[in-house]
């Protein structure tokens, strides 16, 4: 399971994800892509024992990409390359 830091990496990079989708009207998939890995990933990637949290994240992420809406999440992180 998580740790109370891992958990709190979660919710803060959760309200990142929620800033992402309220400020960002062009999401088009490089621009977003270039958050994602910039802004989303670094503060989770760090603790390795939060798998399950950082595949939450992209699939929450990556659903609000530009026409990426009506994909399975297995066929947009293969897209998108992550």
Known sequence: MC???C??????TN???GMTRRTIKNKEP???VNLYKT???????????AKELIEK??????KMIMNME??????R???LGL
Do not use: C, G, W
């Not at 994240?57 to 990556?62: A, L, S, V």
């Open 70 to 75: 009506s994909k399975s999440y297995d066929e």
């Open 15 to 17: 309200k990142v994800v």
């Open 57 to 62: 994240i992209q699939h929450r992420f990556t």
């Open 3 to 5: 740790s109370q830091q």
């Open 77 to 79: 992180i293969q897209y």
């Open 39 to 49: 802004l989303v990933m670094p503060p989770v990637q760090y603790y390795s024992s």
């Open 30 to 32: 490089k621009i977003m």
């Open 7 to 12: 958990m709190y990496a979660y919710n803060k």
